[in-house]
């Protein structure tokens, strides 16, 4: 069954509605990369896991706020978990309703050590009524059996001109209101190795960049994350999963003391699933994520100086196989997240039904 915790779009078709968006450069990557595993020398040994696959999905969802949305889809541990800081200017900035189609690309072989999944996803975020939200993201993932028991994964990402909603700038002095846009690039690696048939054990880390636009250039961001994973069959139609992230992140702002904005951080995110077959063609999915920011800022204009933040997170989905290759899905997400200087927690709820399909 495919994991369902974290739904994507299709970067390489979506609709060209923000003109700063253009996605020929990550067209050749693509194809450079599928060029690369076609040409793949041969295997020595035959292996029924061999050739290509396609994994296709589309969703759609309601939001009841745009500015929280994608945070909120990327809160899993498979996805982006610790998104840039999100001050209070860029909530409740109303609801729409969101479509995601995802398509997922794997070359597979075997070479002498294993074998060798290559793989390209292309995904995004197309909002219908606040279309200079809609953006989306290339995954290029290389996963290599070691042994029977252990593989190593290597992982790039890439979301370009993200745009966060307009929010009060510092450089010219007038905190003037501006679009807020975001490119991040994340390159992580995965250690994976089954103690057991049923208990599986991973050590992740990952470092990561988060480039702004110039007005807020001094929340440009270097991050790095570590943490392990735990997955466990503990019967055979329940399975669950655990993870512990640690990652700091320093921003460009803490060396920019005129600008009163450092976004430097620690965090700690936990986050567990509980996936159950409930009849052979039922399953239900559940997670719950909490992430603890610590904002490093010692500067004394910073609102965050001293501060912190208490992120949490649940969803529900329901999945049912109508044949050995096709599912659908409806799911229910909910995020509520609180930054110790502010009054009020800022709350997002997300509905969605899709279809996913496999070839």
């Not at 988060?210 to 019967?235: K, Q």
């Not at 060396?255 to 077959?277: A, M």
């Not at 799911?331 to 930054?339: A, D, I, N, P, W």
Request: with cysteine.
């Amino acid at each position: 069954m495919p994991l369902l915790h974290t739904h994507a779009c299709v970067l390489l078709a979506m609709p060209q509605r923000n003109s700063d968006f253009d996605a020929a450069p990550l067209r050749r990557v693509v194809v450079l990369f599928m060029v690369l595993a076609s040409l793949w020398p041969a295997p020595r040994l035959a292996s029924a896991e061999e050739g290509w696959s396609l994994e296709a999905e589309g969703a759609l969802f309601y939001t009841d706020d745009v500015g929280l949305y994608s945070a909120t889809r990327r809160l899993g541990r498979d996805g982006d978990p610790t998104q840039p800081a999100i001050d209070s200017k860029l909530t409740n900035q109303g609801s729409d309703v969101v479509f995601e189609p995802m398509v997922d690309i794997t070359r597979s072989v075997t070479n002498n050590l294993g074998q060798l999944d290559l793989n390209v996803q292309g995904e995004g975020f197309i909002f219908t009524e606040n279309p200079e939200f809609t953006h989306g993201t290339l995954r290029l993932q290389a996963t290599q059996a070691l042994s029977s028991m252990t593989r190593v994964q290597a992982r790039f990402s890439y979301a370009p001109n993200q745009f966060l909603g307009d929010n009060e700038e510092r450089q010219s002095g007038q905190e003037l209101d501006m679009a807020e846009k975001l490119t991040s690039y994340i390159w992580s690696m995965r250690l994976i190795h089954d103690v057991t048939p049923d208990l599986s054990v991973h050590l992740f880390g990952r470092y990561g960049l988060r480039r702004y636009n110039d007005s807020f250039s001094e929340r440009n961001m270097d991050f790095w994350t570590i943490g392990p994973h735990v997955e466990w069959r503990v019967a055979p139609k329940i399975k669950l999963g655990l993870s512990y992230h640690y990652e700091r992140g320093l921003a460009e702002g803490r060396t920019r003391p005129q600008f009163e904005d450092d976004t430097s951080y620690i965090n700690h995110y936990l986050s567990w699933d509980v996936d159950v077959e409930l009849t052979e063609r039922l399953s239900l999915l559940t997670a719950v994520h909490y992430e603890y920011n610590i904002w490093t800022s010692d500067l004394a204009g910073d609102e965050r100086n001293g501060a912190h933040e208490n992120i949490y997170a649940g969803e529900l989905t329901l999945a049912y196989r109508l044949t050995d290759a096709i599912q659908g899905f409806g799911l229910v997400q909910r995020s509520s997240r609180k930054e110790s200087f502010e009054s009020n927690a800022f709350e997002n709820t997300n509905v969605g039904i899709g279809l996913s399909a496999r070839f």
